[in-house]
């Protein structure tokens, strides 16, 4: 039995370098290969790899998106103070403005005011001294006995000394009576006399009783002549009556002597 040979080549076929061609075949290519292996290579987390992976590049999108509209909400937010500081800083100046406004038309008002307050010290200081106020005083006519002087002073008592409360009163109805003050008012009259008008608050800290004030009183009129000369720089007496009925009424004229070259 003859067995057959892979190798055999049948009778009458092709010559040895026909069947040198027949039996050589080239390998295949292994292309699919190298593309697997290189993907088998390259790391998992790569450029190529997330480049491929629709799954990453889905939440990469995503992620950036949400970054970007969190930081835009940022950006308006930051818009929304800023422009929240620059009206409140408008404001502010504007409320600077009318503040300065206010403290401007204040000061106008009080300067205002003060010229007023000039001008009738103005008109009180002429009325003082020009014209002759003895008319409109009441009349005082003082014999030469001491005793129908003496009468005459005590009868019109009453009435001096309620026009003196009155106008005292009112001449410090304003002001405070715990403090030192005094108003010196020194001048020439139209027909020639020198007049000295003076007002003084004197707090008497030491009384105790309404009888110490008014011995305090007492002892300021006891020295007028001296505070007098004290003033107007020229000398100054005192002249009384030497009797003294009674110590409710005095009566005192006071004398001074003005040098003929003032």
């Known amino acids: 039995m003859q067995g057959s040979s892979p190798f055999a080549v049948p009778k009458g076929g092709p010559s040895s370098a026909s069947i040198s061609n027949l039996l050589w075949t080239p390998p295949p290519l292994q292309l699919a290969n190298v593309s697997k292996a290189a993907k088998l290579s390259e790391p998992k987390g790569g450029k190529r790899h997330r480049e491929l992976n629709p799954e990453l590049r889905s939440r990469t999108y995503y992620r950036r998106k949400e970054e970007k509209e969190m930081l835009e909400k940022k950006l308006q937010a930051m818009n929304i ?122 707090p008497l800290p030491k009384a105790q009783t309404v009888r110490q004030a008014f011995d305090g009183v007492l002892k300021f009129s006891y020295n007028l002549e001296i505070s007098i000369s004290d003033l107007i720089g020229d000398i100054t007496i005192r002249e009384n009556d030497d009797e003294d009925w009674d110590s409710s009424v005095a009566q005192h004229r006071l004398v001074t002597s003005i040098s003929p070259n003032v």
């Open 81 to 202: 103070h800023l422009e929240h500081l620059r009206r409140r800083g408008e404001g502010e100046d504007d409320e600077v403005t009318t503040r300065l406004r206010q403290n401007q038309e204040l000061r106008d008002s009080i300067r205002g005011q003060r010229i007023i307050f000039a001008n009738a010290q103005s008109i009180i200081s002429e009325f003082l001294r020009a014209g002759d106020h003895s008319r409109y005083e009441p009349v005082i006519r003082l014999g030469t006995d001491p005793r129908a002087r003496y009468n005459t002073l005590l009868s019109m008592k009453q009435q001096r000394l309620q026009e003196a409360l009155y106008f005292l009163a009112e001449r410090s109805r304003y002001m405070a009576m715990d403090t030192d003050f005094t108003d010196l008012q020194r001048f020439q009259s139209d027909n020639g006399d020198v007049c000295l008008v003076r007002f003084d608050i004197k």
